[in-house]
């Protein structure tokens, strides 16, 4: 006998445990401190998506600047 529980991986979260999470974290922190935590948490995120994307431009630039055109006399083959 096989239930749907034993079909299930550990990870799976339902409605039943977000709103357990939700009632914990209001509990420990109280409504006062959670917008502020939220918005140190959307702080945070924000500044590692910018030094993410500062970090891929400067590696763009770093390889469009390494990368040097070719000299089309070098490559031309020499008149008679």
Sequence with gaps: MTTLAMLLPM????????????????????????????????????EFKDAVNKDYSEDITATNETVKPENKKENEAPKA
Excluded: A, S
């Design 11 to 46: 990870g799976v979260i339902g409605p039943t445990q977000i709103v357990l999470i939700v009632v914990l974290i209001v509990v420990l922190f109280g409504g006062k401190k959670i917008p502020e935590l939220m918005r140190g948490m959307g702080r945070g995120v924000k």
